[in-house]
């Protein structure tokens, strides 16, 4: 069975840009939630969706806005990027089987200049 | 204030030994608890899950679970290089979404040949 997929893998961009991250979960996952992880901060939780729905969001700015698609795949959009927002964002799908069980995508490494 | 605690190391194990990872955590009420293991760049990998008080144990790795005294810990049997990573602890605090969970901050672990 496939993994969790994201694309791009790496990504340089400026200051002020905008920036768009794709995720498709491992097939049958319909639970998805994205992360971002600095070397200073640890892991720190974005957002989840489920069914198209956001059910739950982390504490970050309004720049900071995902979504998800009714096959489950799900894209995370950052506006105006700061030098802050440089970091690797991970994707995470699941069941909705209540214990939390979640598979990690590859990432997606951000560098914002 | 829900935490997930794991001493930050690196813990340094000799090749062919036991390496034994410890995470505690403050709500009583969790109910699943996972061991991720993340190489250098890389995204986690999910190597482990355990629900139930007591030991689990696949191939090396043995989680074991003590509910009472609020800790899950990882033992790894004949360490390997390859097993040199950081190792993070999640604890989901209820029963519920992937959304919820709480991860700790890593225990680099390094296997010295």
């Given at each position: ?17 905008q ?16 992360y ?67 598979y ?10 | ?35 991720y ?77």
């Amino acid at each position: 069975k496939a993994g969790v997929t994201q694309t791009p893998r790496y990504l340089i961009k400026t200051r002020g840009q905008q920036v768009t991250l794709s995720c498709s979960p491992i097939s049958g996952h319909r639970s998805v939630s994205w992360y971002q992880q600095t070397p200073g901060q640890g892991l720190q939780f974005l957002f989840e969706y489920f069914s198209e729905t956001q059910r739950n969001k982390g504490n970050f700015p309004g720049r900071f806005s995902g979504r998800q698609f009714s096959n489950s795949r799900s894209e995370m959009n950052v506006s105006t990027l700061e030098l802050g927002d440089s970091a690797l964002y991970l994707c995470a799908s699941g069941w909705e089987d209540g214990w939390g069980t979640q598979y990690f995508g590859p990432g997606t490494r951000l560098l914002v200049l | 204030q829900k935490e997930v605690e794991q001493n930050s190391g690196p813990l340094s194990v000799p090749e062919g030994a036991i390496a034994s990872l410890n995470c505690t955590y403050s709500d009583r009420g969790s109910q699943s608890f996972f061991w991720y293991r993340q190489y250098s760049g890389k995204s986690p990998e999910l190597i482990m899950s355990i629900y139930s008080n007591g030991d689990k144990e696949d191939g090396r790795f043995t989680a074991q679970l003590n509910k009472a005294s609020q800790y899950v810990s990882l033992l790894i049997r004949d360490s390997q290089p390859s097993d040199s990573a950081t190792y993070l602890c999640a604890v989901n605090p209820g029963y519920s979404s992937a959304s919820k969970i709480i991860f700790g901050s890593g225990t680099r672990l390094s296997i010295r040949p």
